[in-house]
């Protein structure tokens, strides 16, 4: 559920959970009682797990400040497996 925040003309901003598109546009303040004016303030996102957040951080770093590579290019693999497949089967299949 989204957290709405309201400002009181006496007391100071405080927030109220409600339901989405729930929360109206005036709130009786829970400690004075006058009625206090919903605000439009910028979404509470939280932080992703740990790995997360490194992908992200290093996702944003790389537009400014990308990794050189210093090697040459990686020697290519020599494939153990046969190109082909052994499966009778697919001697049935068409042909390119």
Same mark, same amino acid.
């Given at each position: 559920?989204?957290?709405?925040?309201?400002?009181?003309?006496?007391?100071?901003?405080?927030?109220?959970?409600?339901?989405?598109?729930?929360?109206?546009?005036?709130? +009786?303040?829970? @400690?004075? /009682?006058? =009625?206090?004016? $919903?605000?439009? %303030?910028? !979404?509470?996102? #939280?932080?992703?797990?740990?790995?997360?957040?490194?992908?992200?951080?290093?996702?944003?770093?790389?537009?400014?400040?990308? +990794?050189?590579? @210093?090697? /040459?290019? =990686?020697?290519? $693999?020599?494939? %153990?497996? !046969?190109?082909? #497949?052994?499966?009778?089967?697919?001697?049935?299949?068409?042909?390119?």
């Amino acid at each position: 559920m989204p957290i709405y925040e309201y400002r009181c003309p006496r007391c100071d901003v405080y927030e109220i959970i409600r339901a989405l598109g729930a929360a109206p546009d005036a709130e +009786d303040c829970p @400690t004075c /009682g006058q =009625p206090a004016r $919903r605000l439009i %303030s910028a !979404p509470h996102l #939280s932080r992703t797990n740990t790995p997360s957040s490194r992908l992200i951080d290093a996702a944003e770093r790389s537009a400014t400040e990308p +990794d050189v590579i @210093t090697g /040459g290019i =990686p020697p290519s $693999r020599v494939r %153990s497996t !046969p190109t082909y #497949s052994s499966n009778p089967l697919s001697r049935k299949l068409p042909r390119p």
